[in-house]
C-alpha cells in the first residue's frame, strides 16, 4: 500500500529535511518511526522535495510503501506517539501505486517572514530578525518582476547544475501583520524552485528594500544568469515550505 502523508515541522533542531550520515534530520526521524511500525522493515520515505538546515514547514508531503494493510487514521496516531513533539503527522491518505510525491508536484508555496522591529530572542528560530525599516514599497514593485516564467539561475547555488534554471513564478505578494506592522510576510506560489531560491530572492528583496537595488534591477539580475548580481542569501530561520498542491 501507498500512503501520501502531510506534516508539518520546527526544523530548528534538525540538520534540513534529507537523510544525511551522522546527522539529525526529519525524514531520518519520521523513517525510523515507520520501519517500527512496519514490524522492522525498512521504509523509504520520499517527499516533495528538500528543506534546509533550520527551515520549517507547514506542510510538507511525502509517501511511502506498506507492506502490509494499516488504516490511514490509526496509522496517524500511532506515528504521531512515536515521534518528537517538533514533527507532526496532519494526515494521512491511502494513494495509488503511480503516485509520487515529487514527480506529481504541480505547484509550491513558500513563505518568509522578516521582522522590522525590535529584536525578539523568542522569535529569533522562526522570524528573521532583520530589526530595521525596509521600503516595503519598493520591494512590492520588484515582486511583479520576479512573477512569470523567468531563468533563476541567478538566484540558486552557486555550483547547483540543472539541466534547466527555468521556473515558473505563479504569483508573489508581501502581507503586514495587522496586529504588529513591523512583522513582514513574502509569499512564493510557483510550480517549483531551485535551491536556495526563496532565500536568494528574498535577501534580494532586503536589499532593495535597502535602497541598494531599485525594482527594475531584477530585470538585468535575472537577464545575467550570474548569481554575484543578486543579493545576499537571507538566513534560513524565517522560510516556511506552506503548502504542496497536487491538483
Do not use: W
Amino acid at each position: 500500500m501507498r500512503f501520501l502523508i502531510t506534516f508539518s515541522y520546527d526544523g530548528t533542531n534538525y540538520k534540513g529535511y534529507q537523510k544525511q550520515p551522522n546527522e539529525r534530520t526529519v525524514q531520518s526521524e519520521i523513517e525510523s518511526k515507520l520501519t517500527k511500525l512496519n514490524s522492522g522493515k525498512k521504509v523509504i520515505l520520499n517527499a516533495s522535495g528538500r528543506t534546509d538546515a533550520h527551515v520549517h514547514a507547514l506542510g510538507q508531503t511525502a509517501h511511502f510503501d506498506l507492506e502490509k494493510n494499516m488504516d490511514p487514521k490509526k496509522l496517524k496516531h500511532s506515528l504521531n506517539k512515536l515521534l518528537p513533539n517538533d514533527i507532526y503527522i496532519i494526515s494521512i491518505k491511502e494513494v495509488s501505486s503511480e503516485f509520487h510525491a515529487r514527480f506529481c508536484v504541480k505547484a509550491k508555496e513558500y513563505i518568509y517572514k522578516i521582522n522590522m522591529g525590535e529584536y525578539n530572542p523568542f522569535e529569533r528560530n522562526y522570524i528573521y530578525q532583520y530589526n530595521a525599516p525596509l521600503d516595503v514599497c519598493e520591494m512590492e514593485r520588484a515582486l511583479q518582476y520576479l512573477e512569470g516564467t523567468h531563468n533563476f539561475k541567478s538566484f540558486t547555488k552557486v555550483d547547483e547544475e540543472k539541466e534547466t534554471y527555468e521556473r515558473t513564478i505563479i504569483k508573489a505578494s508581501i502581507n503586514t501583520d495587522s496586529k504588529n506592522l513591523n512583522q513582514l510576510t513574502l509569499s512564493f506560489l510557483g510550480t517549483g524552485f531551485l535551491r536556495y531560491m526563496v532565500r536568494n530572492m528574498v535577501g534580494t528583496l532586503i536589499e532593495i528594500g535597502e535602497g541598494k537595488y531599485k525594482a527594475e534591477d531584477i530585470i538585468s539580475i535575472l537577464e545575467s544568469m550570474d548569481r554575484t548580481k543578486a543579493g545576499k542569501t537571507a538566513p534560513p530561520e524565517g522560510l516556511y515550505l506552506k503548502n504542496v498542491f497536487y491538483e
